[in-house]
């Protein structure tokens, strides 16, 4: 299912998580899922799109494989009201996902993977470089406030792929984090996706702009239309409406 979370994304991702923590309590994600077997690993350029029998959602820069039972949660930024982060959540891990512009010389992710980890141990944090199954990434643990507004920490693991003149990164929470075996399916998500970086000059870092798929638009529409009983407003940390479950 879609669900839309108010609020800039950061790079621990920590709403992303709690949404995650609570479809896990809930019990609405299937138990085995699996994602259909796609000709060759991606991710994949637009222009190298494979013609398979894959059914992606459609998020404009951004196609990402349906796989049963997942959950789908957009960051919105409060002010612009644009998608900013995809999350996928299945059982109690998840992926955030987020398509950047590159330099024509597709080597962004090393750039990137060494600011990230200076961000993170200059926060208090431990970041530790390495080699997993998708090429180099990061495994970090972060300082976060939770739910009690106590300080934690939260394992995450980064990882990234340059595509032609764009970097798709991918943040790996949960027991996708720590649990290779629960990695797996978000591994095989993350190189099932599709990226389109389109011809408008943008700088490298900046985001390519996802919006939501048209069917989900009528459904957060109809949402809304719900809401406007006098109630008042989600509160921005929140999780949003559900609009739709991948079946």
Excluded: H, Y
């Excluded at 998608?83 to 950047?100: K, R, Y």
């Excluded at 090393?110 to 080699?131: H, M, Q």
């Amino acid at each position: 299912m879609f669900r839309r979370n108010r609020g800039q994304a950061d790079e621990s991702a920590s709403s992303a998580t709690d949404a995650m923590q609570g479809d896990a309590e809930q019990g609405v994600v299937s138990d085995k899922p699996q994602v259909p077997q796609v000709l060759g690993t991606g991710p994949w350029d637009i222009s190298e799109e494979p013609d398979d029998e894959v059914v992606r959602l459609d998020f404009g820069s951004l196609k990402i494989p349906g796989v049963e039972g997942m959950n789908v949660n957009l960051e919105l930024d409060e002010e612009s009201q644009t998608v900013v982060a995809i999350t996928i959540v299945i059982n109690d891990g998840g992926l955030q996902l987020q398509p950047f512009a590159a330099p024509r010389n597709g080597e962004f992710w090393p750039e990137v993977r060494e600011e990230l980890a200076t961000g993170i141990t200059s926060s208090g944090g431990i970041a530790d470089e390495g080699e997993g199954n998708l090429g180099r990434e990061l495994r970090a643990t972060v300082p976060v406030t939770n739910e009690d507004g106590e300080e934690a920490t939260q394992q995450v693991r980064f990882v990234g792929f340059d595509g032609p003149r764009w970097l798709l990164r991918g943040v790996f929470l949960g027991a996708a984090a720590v649990d290779d075996r629960a990695a797996e399916v978000f591994e095989d998500i993350f190189t099932a996706c599709v990226v389109s970086r389109g011809n408008q000059p943008m700088a490298p870092g900046e985001m390519l702009p996802l919006q939501l798929p048209d069917d989900a638009v009528a459904e957060l529409e109809d949402d809304d239309d719900d809401d406007d009983d006098g109630r008042p407003p989600l509160d921005p940390f929140e999780r949003g409406p559900e609009i739709t479950e991948i079946r």
